[in-house]
């Protein structure tokens, strides 16, 4: 999900050290989510509606965008998990009025608000564990609006009209309907049908499998929508719509509608969504079928900015190729794979906005690959501090953190491609979005940790530990130096944490050595400890360093050239025969005094011949290496 308010700029530079969070994903736009007040405690409503299990929701609404007023009913299928099962509970909060309760048929007398914003009811006689029920409610009244705009209306600007919408993540969908709002249950499917006035439309998840007039110039619209759902991705949308397809070809395959609800008078997006044809082919290449392939994927423009992923029909302010791409990722990570608690939204939000970024790197999105990485971890880094891993799941602006939970989680992802390599990484991706146990359902951080393991066959905890469960991140202080003679470098890297944690983080760090047009990078593992010298041999003699030129690192860095202090670090290659005293068969020279030397297993073992006099400063000969003292020869170690 991505919200962004353009004249919201001012309020965003002055409140973002209040962790005020907003969502960059272009130089030209700012996406902020607008503010909402401290939930309540939510451990009530996990601990009510755990006993049962939902199955379908059928939502049988009358709205109309004029009114800020919703009235219907809700069927519920449900099978209980207890024995002795009598009391069922949704939430739905109080201000809306329930007019009655049926089940079998029969009036239900016996229900009322247990919290503000649970509703209880009691069943006549006990139901039977295991066994599918069902259940209607019918209510009305006037959903109150908080959070993104869970209840929200606005007017059309161009023909004056209405737009009504509903946007629930992540409580909201309360506000609205009566529901199993955790994330621990999805149902199984879901019919949403909508009766609004004409010549209004009506948008929804999706197949849309009847429009039917009625006698009060009025229109009731039928989707159904046959894969999991969570509550919070169940919406509609009201609005004064015209509706045009793009269909995305795939090889072999029957190609995807993308059905675009949009306002009557806006003329610019049937140049913009046709933007996203090559994105979803992109996407569907790396993971694997579009999850709702049976069905569409749609776009309903709403009067807002930013979008919101609802499954099959991301509701849109705008049609950016960013936020396209954006809400279109969420179809696998977010609505196919949903996180299974608030506390893990990265694998929803990080993922989407990292797949955002790839389009950049494809050069199918906006061509601004190396600025996009740089924003984020311009981003990342203005602040030491924070968790990327929820900790305060009752504050919205933690759960939507754009800093820590947009940004930092897809820079989480690009350093582990980093880390295990393109190949293992976007494999396990794949896997990921396609494992049996979580496809359709839901997902926590061990669970994408335990497949990115299987896949690389590495390791991860000290990994996600560090960057995920920890807060900050590396502050690396550079100093380097070179030798002419040779055009070797020397390298020492210190690293210390930026919230000051004691972490270790242990990541391979790049230096990019350049004379003008020729360029060498050079990877070098810092895994411990916190200060390492390296050195390396080069080809040309060179005049800068840069740290991390390709961004794969989310850090900071200090870079500083020092005066070569003449101690080297020479290496044994023997690259034209065994003596010693040949210069060629050093990386940099014949050792002197003040050289420190190692004898690898070169193309020629090393011999000191018979009555020469060799020197060094120290000595390391590796097991694979060898070195010959020949009678009446002396080696001379100066430490």
Request: glycine share 6%.
């Amino acid at each position: 999900m991505k919200y962004w308010n353009i004249c919201l700029l001012l309020v965003y530079l002055v409140l973002t050290s209040h962790n005020i969070f907003g969502q960059e994903t272009d130089k030209d736009f700012l996406f902020i989510k607008k503010g909402w007040k401290q939930f309540s405690d939510t451990r009530a409503i996990v601990g009510l509606t755990s006993d049962y299990d939902v199955n379908y929701y059928r939502l049988d609404l009358s709205a109309n965008p004029a009114v800020r007023f919703i009235s219907g009913s809700v069927t519920t299928y449900f099978k209980p998990k207890v024995s002795n099962f009598n009391v069922i509970h949704f939430n739905l909060m109080n201000n809306m009025q329930v007019d009655s309760v049926v089940y079998h048929g029969n009036l239900v007398t016996s229900y009322s608000f247990f919290y503000f914003f649970t509703l209880q009811i009691t069943f006549p006689n006990t139901l039977p564990q295991n066994v599918n029920d069902s259940l209607r409610v019918y209510y009305q009244g006037i959903p109150i609006n908080d959070g993104f705009g869970s209840f929200g209306l606005g007017t059309n600007s161009c023909t004056n009209n209405k737009v009504m919408w509903t946007l629930s993540e992540p409580y909201g969908a309360r506000n609205w309907w009566p529901c199993k709002q955790t994330l621990d249950d999805k149902a199984d499917s879901l019919d949403v049908i909508v009766t609004c006035p004409v010549p209004y439309r009506a948008a929804a998840n999706g197949l849309l499998v009847s429009e039917t007039t009625n006698p009060n110039s009025t229109k009731t619209y039928r989707w159904k929508h046959r894969y999991p759902i969570p509550a919070y991705l169940v919406a509609f949308a009201i609005a004064d719509y015209q509706t045009y397809s793009n269909y995305v070809p795939l090889s072999g395959n029957p190609p995807i509608e993308v059905l675009n609800y949009v306002y009557q008078c806006n003329t610019t997006a049937a140049t913009q969504t046709p933007n996203l044809i090559p994105i979803m082919q992109f996407f569907i290449n790396k993971l694997g079928e579009y999850p709702y392939r049976n069905e569409k994927y749609g776009h309903a423009q709403c009067n807002f900015g930013g979008g919101m992923e609802h499954s099959t029909m991301s509701f849109m302010g705008s049609f950016s190729k960013f936020l396209m791409a954006h809400e279109l990722a969420h179809q696998w990570f977010g609505d196919k794979i949903t996180c299974g608690s608030w506390q893990d939204i990265w694998l929803n939000e990080g993922f989407a906005t990292y797949m955002e970024g790839l389009t950049c790197e494809q050069g199918i999105g906006e061509n601004l690959w190396n600025d996009w990485k740089s924003g984020k971890i311009t981003s990342v880094t203005s602040n030491n501090y924070g968790y990327t891993y929820v900790t305060d799941t009752s504050n919205v602006y933690s759960i939507f953190n754009s800093r820590l939970v947009y940004n930092k989680g897809a820079l989480i992802l690009h350093m582990l491609r980093w880390k295990l390599g393109d190949q293992v990484f976007f494999d396990g991706l794949h896997d990921y979005i396609n494992d049996p146990q979580l496809s359709y359902n839901f997902a926590k951080s061990p669970d994408f940790k335990a497949v990115m393991e299987a896949a690389s066959g590495i390791n991860l905890t000290e990994f996600f530990n560090d960057w995920l469960y920890g807060q900050g991140f590396p502050n690396y202080n550079i100093q380097w130096s070179k030798d002419v003679n040779c055009n070797k470098v020397y390298v020492t890297i210190t690293q210390t944490h930026s919230a000051n944690q004691g972490t270790f983080f242990e990541m391979p760090v790049a230096l990019r050595f350049t004379n003008g047009t020729v360029s060498d990078t050079i990877v070098f593992d810092q895994n411990s400890p916190l200060t390492t010298t390296f050195n390396h041999q080069l080809s040309f003699n060179p005049t800068s360093v840069s740290f991390d030129p390709d961004k794969w690192l989310c850090a900071k860095a200090v870079v500083t050239q020092v005066a070569f202090n003449n101690q080297r670090h020479i290496v044994w290659t023997g690259a034209q025969d065994n003596n010693w005293h040949n210069a060629a068969n050093w990386d940099c020279g014949i050792p002197t005094a003040l050289d420190d030397v190692t004898i690898t297993d070169g193309t020629n073992a090393c011999i000191i011949y018979n009555g020469s006099t060799a020197d060094c400063k120290s000595l390391k000969v590796e097991n694979s290496g060898s070195l010959t003292t020949q009678p009446h020869a002396t080696l001379n170690i100066h430490n």
